[in-house]
T-cell receptor
Framework: DGGITQSPKYLFRKEGQNVTLSCEQNLNHDAMYWYRQDPGQGLRLIYYSQIVNDFQKGDIAEGYSVSREKKESFPLTVTSAQKNPTAFYLC?????????????FGSGTRLTVV | AQKVTQAQTEISVVEKEDVTLDCVYETRDTTYYLFWYKQPPSGELVFLIRRNSFDEQNEISGRYSWNFQKSTSSFNFTITASQVVDSAVYFCALSVNNAGNMLTFGGGTRLMVKP
């Protein structure tokens, strides 16, 4: 079945560490997105990529980095510069060709700083 | 710029009550799509419905119905005879041509259905 796989489901990070969240899709979608969701809050866009080897900052990119070396993969690194990284992280994708397409979402990664 | 507002941050109802979740949007584009997503406690957002700007027909799917009114820029979602399994966060979203197919999300409405 086609879909988006995010791993790990739960991640614990010590202060000062960088961690990388994985997002893989087998939908052949061109565009991929990373969102952050804090408890009781909506979705905030961190980074997005509409094509391989290209990505753009979203509304809250500071303290995060991404790469898009392959169409299927869009990993997110939470760096030590991100002062409050504890949150739920959602990855999404869409074909990128039509505004009717909407997004397909992964099941998320819950990151906790210990 | 686009904007989606879900004024109700949290709604609590008793099972079998009807409930309406409001969504108001802003865009200068004449061609756009509106979406509703459900986020159950597991976290993944699940697609519920899509509606394009030229189709103002209301839609019913089982206990779910959607009312799209361009005159008031609203796309409201009604659950009839709510059930505990409807408890979730619901997001309304907007997609327009000049935004690279990106969705603009509302802040979400947390619906709690009590037995």
């Amino acid at each position: 079945d086609g879909g988006i796989t995010q791993s790990p489901k739960y991640l614990f990070r010590k202060e000062g560490q960088n961690v990388t969240l994985s997002c893989e899709q087998n939908l052949n979608h061109d565009a991929m997105y990373w969102y952050r969701q804090d408890p009781g809050q909506g979705l905030r866009l961190i980074y997005y990529s509409q094509i391989v080897n290209d990505f753009q900052k979203g509304d809250i990119a500071e303290g995060y980095s991404v790469s898009r070396e392959k169409k299927e993969s869009f990993p997110l690194t939470v760096t030590s510069a991100q002062k409050n990284p504890t949150a739920f992280y959602l990855c999404a994708s869409n074909p990128g060709r039509n505004i009717a397409d909407g997004y397909t979402f992964g099941s998320g990664t819950r990151l906790t700083v210990v | 710029a686009q904007k989606v507002t879900q004024a109700q941050t949290e709604i609590s109802v008793v099972e079998k009550e009807d409930v309406t979740l409001d969504c108001v949007y802003e865009t200068r584009d004449t061609t756009y799509y509106l979406f509703w997503y459900k986020q159950p406690p597991s976290g993944e957002l699940v697609f519920l419905i899509r509606r394009n700007s030229f189709d103002e027909q209301n839609e019913i799917s089982g206990r779910y119905s959607w009312n799209f009114q361009k005159s008031t820029s609203s796309f409201n979602f009604t659950i009839t005879a709510s059930q505990v399994v409807d408890s979730a966060v619901y997001f309304c979203a907007l997609s327009v041509n000049n935004a690279g197919n990106m969705l603009t999300f509302g802040g979400g409405t947390r619906l709690m259905v009590k037995p």
